[in-house]
C-alpha cells in the first residue's frame, strides 16, 4: 500500500469510476465517492464515528494504475494520490453479494437486507437463512462509546456466540437512557422498553423522531431550534457534539446559558392556558397499553399537515383505519376525577367527525352522555354532522378492549358501552379509538397562584375577582385572567376574555396612575418595635421592614386593608385608616346601646 | 546473581563475565535436568529432587553441579538428563533411576546403557547427545544456550557470551547501521508473515511520532506449537537482548511483551529475567552507560487465538477487545495507542543478538536465497520423535520427517503434513506421484510434461510452503498417518477457527461457518459434487474481503486439502465412504474372522452392542452401534474393521460361516 503520511491537508486526486476528484490526503474514499454521488452500499458505516469496516459490503476495487489491484473497503481506506477506485466490477459485486448472502445465512428477514438484496440481485440467499435480527455492524456499540461517551454497550463473545450486551448482561448504571443506540439501529434489534406498561413517550407523541434539538413551535420569534439540555447528550456527557460538526454556520454553542430576565410592569395579563388530562390511570380505555388509542391532542397533531404524518389520519402499522370511536367526558364530569364539563370536547369531536368522514371517508362513533351545542351556531353544525351520516351513541363508553380473533370482528378494536336511547348494552367494533380528555387546570398554577396573590379554586382554576362583576379582574390590582387557566371554554370564549383582560390592563396603563380605596393600614412609627411580627402575616406582603430605621412600613398600594395586621401587633402599633380603634367600638357601642 | 552492583559500562560487563568464567570450572561434572514443560510434564521435577538429595546427602555439592535448564526439544524421551562435560545423553528417567546414575556415571564413570538411546532404526546405542540423529541434522543456534544454562540465573547467561550483542550494538553500531544490517541478514518474521524485519524496523524508524513502541508477540495459539514458549522458559534473556537492540535502532523506549496466561512458566522466567535485568542496569535507564533508555513490561493476554494478530495483539494491549482493525495504515506508523509500532515474534527477538553478534554474512550464510537463518518447527502428530527441532532454512521435509522424525510409528504409511497451524496448509506428503503431478499442473506450478517432484523433497522455506498451498506459519508442523482423515483434518482446523474469530468482520464470522456446516454436510455422507465446488468459491470470497489474515488465511485447511486429496473428498460424495474410517456417519464397525474371542471389546462398548462368549467369535449389533471406536482402539488382534456403513452385517456373516467351517478356530489356536 501507499503510504499516507505527512500533512493531512494535503490536497491529492483520485479517480473513482473515472471521476476525477480531489481530496484531502488520508481521507477516507467512501466519502469522496458519495460526493461524486456514486452509490457503495453500506451496513456498518456511520459518518460520525470512526469507520469499522466489519460489514464488507462496501467493498470496492483499488488500483494504482500499475497493474496492482486489491479488494479493500472503501469506508477506511484512505485516499492517495493517483488512486484509481472501481466500484462495480464483477470482482467487487462478487464479494457484496458473496458477503451479503452470508450474512443472510444469520438473518435473512431484515428489512434493510432484504433491500439491499434487491439491488444487488439476489433473489434467495444460497446458504440458507436465519432469524437473528441483530446484524453485529456495531454502530451501537460505537455510537454509545465514541458519540454518547457512555460506554454502556458491548460485544460479549467470539466468533458466531458474538453478541452486543451490556456488561455482564446486566442492566448497565454507565446508560444515560438516550436511546441513540436504538436510533442509530438499522434493523430495530434494540428498542427501548416499555416500563410499567407505559409506552416510551416520544416528543410528536409517538408520531415522530424524538431530538434534543428541536423549535419550540412552528410560529415561534425567532424561528429557530434550541437544545433541552436535560435530554442533550452533549450535557450529559461532554460528548456527540454532532450538532456542532454538521452546522455549515457554526451557529451552535455549547456555552450559551439559560438566563432570568427581569422586567417592571404595571400589569400582568394572566393567560397560562390549561393542561391535558393524562387518560392512562383510566384503564378501562387502554390508552398506552393498547395500540391505536390515542387523545384528542394526539389526534388533533395527526390531523396537522405540519404533523409527522403530514395530516394523514394513520394507525400505527401505517393504514387508513376504517371505523374511528371517539369517547366523550374522558375525566370530566366524572366523580373520580373533574366533576365539571369541558366544555369544548362536544363541538371538537363533532369537527373531529367532520374531518375524518372528510379525510378518510371511515365510519365515526361518538359515546357522549350529553351533547352540549350550546353556542351560535354550533347545533347546526351537530345537525349537519349528523347529516353527514356520523353515528352518535348516547352513553359513556364502558371499557375498549382489543377484538379477538374468534369472532370475526371488523375493527381491531371493541368498543363497549350502554346505549341509554335504546336501553341496551352494545359493543361496537372499531379500529381507533379517540380520547376526547378533560381540559384540568396546570400543575403549576398553584404556584403561580401563590406569586401573585392570588387564588385557585377546588378545581384548580384561578379565581377571577366576581363572576359577574370583574370576570377578568382578580383579587389583585393589576393581576388579570385570560383564556383556559381561568376555566375550561373554547376558543371563542376565550378571544373574548383575552380581549377584556387587555382592555383592563390598557385601562390601567393609560392613566400613569392608579385609584385605589382610602382603607389600608398604618404603622406609628414611634410605637413599633420592628418585631417584624407583621412582615410575615400580611397575606399581601404589602409590609417590608425598613432596615435602616429598624421599624416595619406599609405599602400603601398593595395594602386590601383586611386588618390582620392590626389586630396581630403586640404593641397596637397599627391601625386601620378609617377604622380606628376608637371608632369601631364607638360603633360597637353605638350598637349595643 | 551474587551481584548487587548496577553494571555501569561495557567494561564492567566484561569484568562481570571474566569473573564468573574464572570461578567456571568447565571439567566440573554438571547434571542438567532438562525442566521444559514437555519434560515436566513426564515428571522431571521428582527426578531433579532425587538428585538434590543425593548430591545432598553425598556432601558432594562443590563436585556436582546440579541444573534445570530449559526445554532440550526432545519431548518425546523427557525427562531427559545429560551429564557435562561428557555429554553423556540419559533419556526417559525416573527418579528409581537416579541412584544408578549417580553411581555407575558421576562416581563410576560407565554409562547406565538401559537409560541411553537406542536409534530404533538401526538399534545402535547412541551415548552422546550431540550424535543422535533426533539433533544431528539440526543446527540450533536459538536454542544453543538452552541446555546449558538455567533460565533464572542471568549469570548462566552472561557466561554464556549473553548480552555481548547489546555492547556491540551500543557501543559500536549506530542505530542505521544495526538496521543496515538486519536488513542485509535476510531476517523474516517468524511468526507467520515472514516480512522482512530490517524493512520493518526501518519503516517504524521513519514514522514520525513518539514514544515508539517495541512489542514482543510471545501469543502463541497455534494448536501443537510451543517453540516460543520454550524458548522463553528456557531463555529468556535472549528475548530480552533483541527486544534492546531493536529498540535501540528503531529508537523505541517502551517495550510489552505480550504473552498468554496459559504459559505460567514463561511468564515466571521471563519476570525473573526482568527483574535481573533492571537490577544490573541491562534495562531502565541508560543502559551500560549509553544514555540510552529502554523499560519492558509483561502483559499477559487472555489465550485468545485472535490476539496473535498484530493489531488485535495491539487493542488487547490497550486493555480493549481483541479484535483486529484494517492494516491500510501500518502499526509501524499507528500502532499501540496510535503510535509508531514495531512488533516481531519471539524467535524473531531471539535472532537478532545472533546477527549482532556473527554479523549479517554468517546469517544470511544459512539457508535458501530468501529465507536466511534457521526455523524452529514443534514435530508432534503421529510421529516418532515429537519434540522442537530447529532446522535451518531448505531443509527437506524428508530430511525432517524421517531422519529428524524418525519416522511414523507403528508400520502406518505417511500420508501428511500440516503446517502453519490452522490458517497454513496440509500438504501431500505419500501418495502416487500422478495425484501430486496432477494437482500442481491444475494449479498451474508446473506444466504437464513436467515431472513433479514429490513434496517430500520441498525445502523448507517461506516462499515454497506458499507455492505448496501451506504456509511457514510459527512452525507448527502436525504428521498424519493413514488413519487421518483429510475432511476431518478440515473440519477440525475450520472449528477450532470458527469458535477463535472474534467475529468482526462478515465473511469470517458466517463465512467459516458456512464452510463448516458444508464440511459437516460431507463427512455425514449427504454432501454432493457442488458442495466441494461451493467450498472453494466460498474460500475465494473470504480470503479476498476478510478483515484481517485470520479470516484471510482460514479456507487453506480446506483448500490445500481439497487441492491434494481431492480423490478423498469425492469418496465422501460419490461413494459415501470415508476411505480413512473416520468420519462416524460412513463408517460401520464389523469383526471379522481374525477375532479370538478375547471378550476385551465387550466391556468399553458403551451401547453393549458387542455380543460374544469368550473363545467364540464375537459380533457387533448394527443397529446399537454408535461407532465410537472404543472397540477398534482396544482389540489387539486388529480383527475391528470399519467398512462401508451398511457392509458391516456382510463382513461379520462372512466370518460367522468360516468359524463354522473351523477355518476361523485356528486363529485362537495359533495364537
Redesign the interface.
Same mark, same amino acid.
Given at each position: 500500500?501507499k503510504?499516507? !503520511?505527512g500533512d493531512k491537508q494535503a490536497l491529492v486526486t483520485i479517480e473513482i469510476d473515472g471521476q476525477k476528484i480531489e481530496v484531502e490526503d488520508g481521507s477516507y474514499v467512501l466519502q469522496a465517492a458519495q460526493a461524486l454521488g456514486i452509490e457503495i452500499p453500506t451496513l456498518c458505516y456511520f459518518p460520525f464515528t470512526t469507520p @469499522? +469496516?466489519?460489514? $464488507? #459490503?462496501c467493498?470496492v476495487e483499488a488500483r494504482d494504475g500499475k497493474g496492482w489491484s486489491k #479488494?479493500?473497503?472503501s469506508c477506511? @481506506?484512505?485516499a492517495w494520490d493517483g488512486l484509481q477506485i472501481l466500484t462495480d466490477t464483477p470482482?467487487v459485486l !462478487? +464479494?457484496r453479494r458473496?458477503?451479503l448472502e452470508?450474512?443472510m445465512?444469520?438473518c435473512a428477514e431484515l428489512p434493510v437486507l432484504r433491500n439491499l438484496a434487491g439491488k444487488l440481485g439476489i433473489e434467495e440467499p $444460497?446458504?440458507?437463512t436465519g432469524e437473528d435480527s441483530c446484524i453485529?455492524c456495531?454502530l451501537c456499540v460505537r455510537v454509545c462509546e465514541e458519540i454518547v461517551g457512555a460506554s454502556a454497550l458491548?460485544?460479549a463473545?467470539?466468533?458466531?456466540?458474538?453478541n452486543v450486551t451490556t456488561p455482564f448482561h446486566e442492566v448497565s448504571d454507565d446508560c444515560i437512557l438516550c436511546g441513540s443506540c436504538a436510533s442509530v439501529c438499522p434493523t430495530g434489534h434494540i428498542r427501548l422498553e416499555d416500563q410499567d406498561g407505559k409506552k416510551v413517550n416520544l416528543r410528536e407523541l409517538q408520531l415522530g423522531p424524538n431530538s434534543a434539538i428541536t423549535m419550540p413551535f412552528r410560529q415561534a420569534v425567532p424561528n429557530v431550534p434550541y437544545i433541552n439540555t436535560e435530554h442533550c447528550i452533549h450535557f450529559q456527557t461532554d460528548n456527540c457534539g454532532i450538532c456542532a460538526e454538521v452546522c455549515p454556520k457554526e451557529c451552535i454553542d455549547y456555552e450559551q446559558k439559560d438566563s432570568t430576565e427581569e422586567f417592571e410592569v404595571g400589569a400582568i395579563v394572566m393567560a397560562t392556558g390549561f393542561a391535558d388530562f393524562d387518560p392512562t390511570p383510566l384503564k378501562q380505555y387502554g390508552y398506552g397499553a393498547l395500540p391505536n388509542v390515542i387523545s384528542s391532542i394526539e389526534f388533533e397533531r395527526m390531523n396537522n399537515a405540519a404533523g409527522s404524518t403530514g395530516g394523514k389520519i394513520l394507525m400505527e402499522n401505517g393504514e387508513t383505519p376504517g371505523r374511528i370511536g371517539i369517547l366523550h367526558c374522558v375525566g370530566s364530569r366524572d366523580d373520580d376525577h373533574h366533576k365539571y364539563c369541558s366544555r369544548v370536547c362536544c363541538m371538537y369531536a363533532l369537527k373531529f367527525a367532520h374531518l375524518i368522514k372528510e379525510k378518510t371517508g371511515a365510519d365515526v362513533y361518538q359515546f357522549y352522555i350529553d351533547m352540549r351545542s350550546f353556542g351560535k351556531g354550533y347545533e347546526e353544525f351537530y345537525q349537519r354532522i349528523l347529516d353527514e351520516g356520523g353515528n352518535v351513541i348516547r352513553g359513556k363508553g364502558a371499557e375498549v378492549v382489543p377484538a379477538s380473533n374468534k369472532k370475526k370482528h371488523e375493527g381491531h378494536l371493541i368498543i363497549k358501552c350502554e346505549d341509554t336511547l335504546i336501553g341496551r348494552y352494545r359493543e361496537v367494533p372499531v379500529d381507533m379509538v379517540v380520547l376526547c380528555t378533560a381540559l384540568e387546570a396546570r400543575a403549576d398554577a398553584k404556584e403561580m397562584a401563590r406569586k401573585l396573590n392570588i387564588s385557585t379554586g377546588a378545581d384548580g382554576w384561578f379565581i377571577e375577582q366576581h363572576p359577574k362583576l370583574g370576570p377578568v379582574q382578580t383579587a389583585t390590582e393589576g393581576v388579570f385572567l385570560a383564556g383556559t387557566c381561568q376555566g375550561a371554554k373554547d376558543i371563542p370564549d376565550t378571544v373574548a376574555q383575552g380581549g377584556a383582560a387587555a382592555a383592563q390592563a390598557m385601562k390601567l396603563l393609560c392613566k400613569g396612575e392608579i385609584m385605589m380605596d382610602a382603607t389600608y393600614a398604618e404603622i406609628q412609627e414611634e410605637y413599633c418595635s420592628g418585631c417584624r411580627i407583621c412582615n410575615d402575616l400580611c397575606p399581601y406582603h404589602a409590609i417590608e421592614f425598613n432596615d435602616e430605621k429598624c421599624i416595619s412600613v406599609v405599602n400603601s398600594a398593595l395594602c386590601k386593608a383586611c386588618g390582620t395586621c392590626v389586630a396581630a401587633c403586640p404593641a397596637g402599633a397599627i391601625t386601620g385608616r378609617h377604622f380606628t380603634d376608637e371608632q369601631i367600638y364607638t360603633q360597637i357601642e353605638g350598637m349595643l346601646a | 546473581m551474587n551481584k548487587s552492583l548496577r553494571i555501569g559500562s561495557p567494561r564492567e560487563l566484561e569484568a562481570w563475565r571474566n569473573l564468573l568464567t574464572t570461578n567456571f570450572d568447565p571439567n566440573k561434572t554438571t547434571i542438567t535436568v532438562c525442566a521444559g514443560t514437555g519434560c515436566r510434564a513426564c515428571g522431571c521435577k521428582p527426578v531433579y529432587r532425587a538428585f538434590k538429595e543425593v548430591i545432598a546427602k553425598e556432601g558432594m555439592a562443590k563436585e556436582v553441579e546440579l541444573k534445570a535448564t530449559g526445554c532440550h526439544g526432545f519431548c518425546e524421551r523427557g525427562p531427559l538428563v545429560v551429564i557435562r562435560p561428557s555429554g553423556i545423553f540419559y533419556q526417559r528417567v525416573k527418579p528409581a533411576d537416579v541412584k544408578l546414575i549417580w553411581d555407575q556415571t558421576i562416581i563410576g564413570g560407565h554409562t547406565v546403557k538401559k537409560l541411553l538411546y537406542r536409534d530404533p532404526a538401526t538399534a545402535e546405542i547412541i551415548q552422546q547427545e550431540v550424535e543422535i540423529p533426533f539433533y544431528k541434522k539440526q543446527k540450533r543456534l536459538i536454542f544453543e544456550k538452552n541446555g546449558y544454562m538455567d533460565p533464572f540465573s542471568i549469570d548462566d547467561y552472561i557466561r554464556l557470551g549473553g548480552y555481548e550483542s547489546v555492547v556491540k550494538a551500543l557501543t559500536t553500531m549506530q542505530p542505521e547501521q544495526i538496521i543496515e544490517e538486519v536488513k542485509r541478514s535476510g531476517l523474516r518474521g517468524r511468526g507467520g508473515g515472514g516480512f522482512l524485519t530490517g524493512r520493518k524496523w526501518a519503516s517504524c524508524r521513519k514514522?514520525?511520532g513518539t514514544p515508539k513502541y517495541i512489542i514482543c508477540n510471545a501469543d502463541e495459539g497455534d494448536p501443537g506449537a510451543f517453540m516460543d514458549r520454550s524458548l522463553l522458559e528456557g531463555n529468556p534473556h535472549a528475548v530480552i537482548e533483541g527486544m534492546i537492540i531493536g529498540a535501540y535502532a528503531i529508537g523505541g523506549s517502551e517495550g510489552f511483551v505480550y504473552v498468554r496466561n496459559e504459559y505460567p512458566l514463561a511468564v515466571k522466567t521471563l519476570n525473573k529475567a526482568l527483574a535481573d535485568c533492571y537490577e544490573c542496569g541491562l534495562l531502565g535507564d541508560n543502559i551500560l552507560g549509553s544514555g540510552f533508555s529502554f523499560d519492558i513490561e509483561i502483559s499477559r493476554g487472555g489465550g485468545?487465538f *485472535?490476539c496473535g494478530e498484530s493489531t488485535a495483539l495491539m487493542a488487547s494491549l490497550e486493555g480493549k *477487545?481483541g479484535?483486529p482493525?484494517?492494516k491500510?495504515?501500518?502499526t509501524v506508523?499507528q500502532g499501540l495507542w496510535d503510535k509508531p509500532s514495531n512488533l516481531n515474534n519471539v524467535e524473531t527477538w531471539a535472532n537478532v543478538p545472533l546477527i549482532i553478534e556473527h554479523g549479517a554474512d554468517w546469517f544470511a550464510s544459512i539457508g535458501t536465497e530468501h529465507s536466511k537463518g534457521t526455523k524452529v518447527f514443534a514435530l508432534t502428530g503421529k510421529i516418532n520423535n515429537t519434540g522442537l527441532v530447529e532446522v535451518p532454512m531448505g531443509i527437506t521435509l524428508r530430511e525432517i520427517l524421517y531422519d529428524i522424525g524418525g519416522g511414523v510409528p507403528g508400520n502406518k504409511r505417511f500420508k501428511a503434513v500440516q503446517t502453519g497451524g490452522p490458517s497454513g496448509g496440509t500438504l501431500i506428503v505419500e501418495t502416487s506421484q500422478r495425484d501430486i503431478h496432477d494437482s500442481l499442473v491444475a494449479h498451474g506450478d508446473i506444466r504437464e510434461e513436467e515431472e513433479a517432484r514429490s513434496l517430500l523433497d520441498l525445502p523448507v522455506d517461506f516462499d515454497e510452503l506458499t507455492r505448496a498451498g501451506s504456509m511457514m506459519g510459527s512452525g507448527g508442523m502436525i504428521v498424519m498417518d493413514e488413519d487421518s482423515c483429510m475432511v476431518d483434518v478440515a473440519r477440525y482446523f475450520l472449528s477450532f477457527l470458527?469458535?477463535? %474469530?472474534?467475529?468482526?468482520?462478515?465473511?469470517c464470522?458466517?463465512?467459516?461457518? *458456512?464452510m463448516l456446516?458444508i464440511l459437516n454436510k460431507i463427512s455425514a455422507g449427504h454432501g454432493t459434487l457442488a458442495d466441494i465446488e461451493?467450498l472453494e468459491l466460498?474460500s475465494q470470497?473470504i480470503i479476498?474481503? %476478510?478483515?484481517c489474515q485470520l479470516g484471510g488465511s482460514a479456507p487453506n485447511p480446506v483448500l490445500s486439502t481439497i487441492r491434494y486429496f481431492r480423490q478423498e473428498y469425492i469418496a465422501h460424495v460419490v461413494d459415501k465412504t470415508c476411505p480413512a474410517g473416520v468420519c462416524k456417519e460412513l463408517v460401520s464397525h464389523a469383526i471379522d474372522e481374525s477375532c479370538t474371542g478375547c471378550h476385551a471389546c465387550v466391556k468399553p462398548c458403551p451401547t453393549n452392542a458387542i455380543i460374544g462368549e469368550p473363545k467364540q467369535l464375537h459380533y457387533i449389533k448394527q443397529d446399537d452401534c454408535i461407532q465410537c471406536g472404543a472397540c477398534f482402539q482396544i482389540c489387539r488382534f486388529d480383527s475391528i474393521k470399519r467398512v462401508k456403513r451398511g457392509s458391516g452385517d456382510a463382513l461379520q456373516e462372512k466370518a460367522r460361516k468360516l468359524w463354522q467351517s473351523g477355518a476361523g478356530k485356528k486363529t485362537p489356536a495359533a495364537v
Open positions: 500500500m503510504s499516507q !503520511n @469499522y +469496516a466489519a460489514c $464488507r #459490503v467493498v #479488494v479493500v473497503t477506511n @481506506y484512505p470482482r !462478487n +464479494a458473496t458477503n452470508l450474512l445465512s444469520r $444460497r446458504w440458507g453485529l456495531g458491548t460485544f463473545s467470539r466468533g458466531g456466540a458474538r | 514514522a514520525p485468545a *485472535v *477487545v479484535e482493525r484494517a491500510y495504515i501500518h506508523e470458527q469458535e477463535e %474469530s472474534c467475529g468482526k468482520c462478515i465473511p464470522r458466517e463465512g467459516i461457518a *458456512v456446516e461451493q466460498l470470497g479476498d474481503t %476478510s478483515l
